[in-house]
T-cell receptor, first 114, second 110 residues
């Protein structure tokens, strides 16, 4: 597609529920990233995929968070047993290659845990 | 990881004024981007500038990698320039991992 696409735009869920957030990167981009942005802060790195594999998941806050990219294109961020502290905007980005090439961001998914 | 400090945190301008935003890094970076976050939360790419100087219309940016800082210049500001400006850097072999500053909130009044 023309840009990075994320769905849904907004998600409200109850504490303890499971959620999935989807990212469709720019066509041909091999690198994909997830970031999380809390109110008043800059985005924080969560995970980096090169192709199908998670090359760096050091930013995932705990084992309730997991992400996949099974065919090297679309990625899903999965959050189990959601907590109110998980409320944030989840941003996805992609770049043509890894190694510090220019990243382009989607519009984000605003997750609210009530 | 690296630390990123942006200044000023807030800036209020009259339309037509010029401004300079600064970004300091705690370590040398080999990946650096400037973004504008619009009111809907979308991060708009302004510059990919690990070193050197680039210009795009009324905006320009300079990165002095050896001194660990980057500057974003906005000339003849317009109300549509309002929003949060972020710089983000990556270093070494993990330069794919962007560390963002806290941003500069720019308000341009008519």
């Amino acid at each position: 597609g023309a840009g990075v696409s994320q769905t849904p735009s907004n998600k409200v869920t109850e504490k303890g529920k499971y959620v999935e957030l989807r990212c469709d990167p720019i066509s041909g981009h091999t690198a994909l990233y997830w970031y999380r942005q809390s109110l008043g802060q800059g985005p924080e790195f969560l995970i980096y995929f090169q192709g199908t594999g998670a090359a760096d998941d050091s930013g995932l806050p705990n084992d309730r968070f997991f992400a996949v990219r099974p065919e090297g294109s679309v990625s899903t961020l999965k959050i189990q047993r959601t907590e109110r502290g998980d409320s944030a905007v989840y941003l996805c980005a992609s770049s043509l290659g890894g190694g510090g090439t220019e990243a382009f961001f989607g519009q984000g998914t605003r997750l609210t845990v009530v | 990881g690296i630390q990123v400090e942006q200044s000023p945190p807030d800036l209020i301008l009259q339309e037509g004024a010029n401004s300079t935003l600064r970004c300091n890094f705690s370590d040398s970076v080999n990946n650096l981007q400037w973004f504008h976050q619009n009111p809907w939360g979308q991060l708009i790419n302004l510059f990919y500038i690990p070193s050197g100087t680039k210009q795009n219309g009324r905006l320009s940016a300079t990165t002095v990698a050896t001194e660990r800082y980057s500057l974003l210049y906005i000339s003849s500001s317009q109300t549509t320039d309002s929003g949060v400006y972020f710089c983000a850097g990556g270093s070494g072999g993990s330069n794919y991992k962007l560390t963002f500053g806290k941003g500069t909130l720019l308000t341009v009044n008519p």
